[in-house]
C-alpha cells in the first residue's frame, strides 16, 4: 500500500523482499485522496508519480508488479470502512498479505487494517515502520 509519503520506501522493500521469497508479483495499490479524480487509472499522471518514488528500490530484483489504485472515501467515513474496501481490492487480485505503514492518511494504517482483516477474516497485514531518519554528513576536510 503506498500513499505518496516517505514512508512508502520502507514498505515497498518490505513488500519487494515478501514477493522475491514466494516468486509471485508484487501488487502496488496507490491510495490516492478523495479529491482526486475517480477516473485515476493505475496508468495515470498521479499513480505513476506515486510509484516513481518506490520503483527504483524494488524494480531491479522485483518478480514483476501489478499498479492498482485505491480512492480514499469522501466525506467523515469509518476508517474502518476504508480499510475494509482497500482489503476487499486485495482480496480481488487474491493477494494473501497486505504490507502498510504504521502511519499512514487519514487513519488508514497499518493498526486501521489489520483490525479490519480481523473483523472480516481476511489477509495478513505486516506492519512496517518508517526508514530511521539519519542525518546528511558533509566529508571531512
Not at 520506501?9 to 495499490?29: K, S, T, W, Y
Not at 518478480?63 to 467515513?77: K, M, R
Not at 482489503?87 to 497499518?110: E, I, N
Not at 489477509?123 to 558533509?138: D, E, G, I, K, M
Amino acid at each position: 500500500m503506498l500513499t505518496d509519503r516517505i514512508d512508502d520506501v520502507a514498505v515497498a522493500e518490505a513488500a519487494a523482499r515478501m514477493a522475491r521469497a514466494r516468486r509471485v508479483p508484487l501488487l502496488l495499490i496507490a491510495v490516492m485522496p478523495p479529491h482526486t479524480s475517480r477516473s485515476c487509472g493505475p496508468v495515470s499522471a498521479p499513480v505513476r508519480a506515486v510509484l516513481a518514488r518506490v520503483m527504483p528500490k524494488i524494480g531491479p530484483g522485483a518478480t514483476g508488479y501489478i499498479p492498482e489504485v485505491f480512492h480514499l472515501p469522501a466525506g467523515n467515513g469509518s476508517r474502518l470502512a476504508a480499510a475494509k474496501e482497500l482489503l476487499a481490492l486485495a482480496t480481488r487480485h487474491r493477494a494473501p498479505d497486505v504490507v502498510a505503514s504504521r502511519r499512514g492518511p487519514q487513519g488508514l494504517d497499518a493498526h486501521a487494517l489489520i483490525e479490519a482483516a480481523a473483523l472480516r477474516g481476511g489477509q495478513f497485514v505486516h506492519a512496517v515502520a518508517p526508514a530511521a531518519w539519519v542525518p546528511l554528513r558533509s566529508p571531512s576536510p
